[in-house]
């Protein structure tokens, strides 16, 4: 067997789930999910290139990178068809496997993120990010990027996890969290995958999500032809931590759809 190009966890037996972790974060993401799913499925939960244990082989990556490597992940597994869902920066992976490998797809799920291109201003704030972390590192982004993507009544009752989550921040190399900021910003507009794809797709949609605002979830999900939606209310952009019970059981039931 191919050595794998990435590192993973994996449990389970049966057909086989790709989870792919969002901007800063890591496999772990999706511990939680990974137990719960693995029950009844083959989980796997890969480290995107420059976050977690994966190095960054190269310095400047694109969206199409990450979704080959991913794709070469799939191959050193012998893993031939599968249900991909991803969570923000992860939904970009997944459009650009799925423009490239629909049939590999029994079906996938944006989670928290969109198919259009970043705006004029959203590319500036790309810029603005990576100056900030050319000259204050890691650590510091972390400890003003994290909390704001959870919804502000949440952030007192989940301050555990949401430290959890900008000590993970700390220990990702400045490399990577450039590196992937400039191939989000560069990345081409999807929605076309949408429109065009015959697999269905699950929208995990957060009511109060100011990163994928919910007009434009919600323009997203009356592309497909296939399409399964589930707006949570009081949530931002972290569904997995600030609704996972609900979010648990809506990833499940997509996969008793769609396998």
């Known amino acids: 067997m191919t050595a794998s190009p990435l590192s993973y966890t994996e449990s389970g037996s049966g057909i086989p789930v790709i989870l792919i972790h969002g901007f800063c974060e890591n496999k772990s993401l999706w511990t939680s999910f990974q137990e719960y799913l693995s029950n009844n499925y083959r989980v796997i939960c890969p480290d995107l290139p420059g976050f977690g244990d994966s190095p960054l082989k190269k310095k400047d990556i694109t969206i199409e990178y990450m979704a080959e490597k991913i794709h070469d992940l799939l191959k050193a597994l012998s893993i031939e068809k599968c249900v991909m869902i991803g969570h923000s920066l992860g939904g970009y992976v997944t459009l650009a496997f799925a423009e490239k490998y629909?049939?590999?797809?029994?079906?996938?799920?944006?989670?928290?993120?969109?198919?259009?291109?970043?705006?004029?201003?959203?590319?500036?704030?790309?810029?603005?990010?990576?100056?900030?972390?050319?000259?204050?590192?890691?650590?510091?982004?972390?400890?003003?990027?994290?909390?704001?993507?959870?919804?502000?009544?949440n952030r007192v009752i989940l301050k555990d996890t949401i430290r959890s989550l900008i000590n993970?921040?700390?220990?990702?190399?400045?490399?990577?969290?450039?590196?992937?900021?400039?191939?989000?910003?560069?990345?081409?507009?999807?929605?076309?995958?949408?429109?065009?794809?015959?697999?269905?797709?699950?929208?995990?949609?957060?009511?109060?999500?100011?990163?994928?605002?919910?007009?434009?979830?919600?323009?997203?999900?009356?592309?497909?032809?296939?399409?399964?939606?589930?707006?949570?209310?009081?949530?931002?952009?972290?569904?997995?931590?600030?609704?996972?019970?609900?979010?648990?059981?809506?990833?499940?039931?997509f996969l008793e759809v769609v396998i």
């Open 102 to 153: 629909e049939s590999k797809l029994y079906g996938f799920g944006l989670f928290h993120s969109t198919a259009f291109a970043d705006s004029p201003e959203k590319r500036k704030t790309r810029n603005k990010t990576v100056d900030f972390i050319e000259k204050h590192g890691p650590a510091a982004f972390g400890e003003s990027f994290v909390a704001p993507l959870f919804y502000e009544p």
């Open 168 to 253: 993970e921040v700390a220990k990702t190399s400045k490399e990577g969290i450039i590196a992937a900021t400039l191939a989000m910003r560069d990345r081409k507009s999807r929605s076309d995958v949408l429109q065009d794809c015959s697999v269905p797709v699950l929208f995990i949609i957060g009511e109060q999500d100011t990163a994928v605002p919910l007009e434009v979830s919600l323009e997203l999900a009356s592309m497909p032809a296939k399409v399964i939606k589930h707006i949570l209310p009081d949530t931002s952009h972290m569904g997995m931590f600030e609704k996972e019970e609900e979010t648990k059981r809506i990833v499940e039931e």
